[in-house]
């Protein structure tokens, strides 16, 4: 079902804009990495690396609780039965004649 929902992610799920906060982050990464020597800067890009791995897990995660709360209040509706206005209406409508005729 793991790769079910990644699929769905991927065929659903639209990454917001962040395109400003993304340039912050590349510059304090960029100054950052002018500072430190080669091990240092191998250290950094880990970090970078795990922090958008961690980024991508998150969201399939919350993509999949959020399908399976949607999946989970579906399956409740229907055990109640769907609603249905004209349903609502119709036994309004009968109680109304009842309590009418008992008068």
């Known amino acids: 079902m793991n790769d079910y929902m990644k699929a769905l992610h991927r065929r659903f799920f639209r990454e917001p804009d962040f395109t400003e906060m993304e340039k912050d ?3 304090a990464r960029q ?4 500072c430190l020597d080669r091990e240092q800067r191998r ?3 880990h970090l970078v690396d795990t922090q958008n791995l961690l980024r991508e897990e ?3 995660a919350s993509f999949m609780a ?3 709360l949607a999946w989970g209040i579906a ?3 229907e055990t109640d039965g769907l609603y249905s206005f004209e ?3 119709a036994q309004r409508s009968s109680r109304q004649d009842e309590l009418g005729e008992e008068a």
Do not use: C, P, Y
């Open 58 to 60: 998150t969201s399939v």
């Open 66 to 68: 959020g399908f399976k």
């Open 25 to 27: 982050i590349e510059n």
């Open 31 to 34: 100054k950052v990495r002018d």
């Open 43 to 45: 250290i950094l890009m």
């Open 87 to 89: 349903q609502e209406e």
């Open 75 to 77: 399956r409740e509706l």
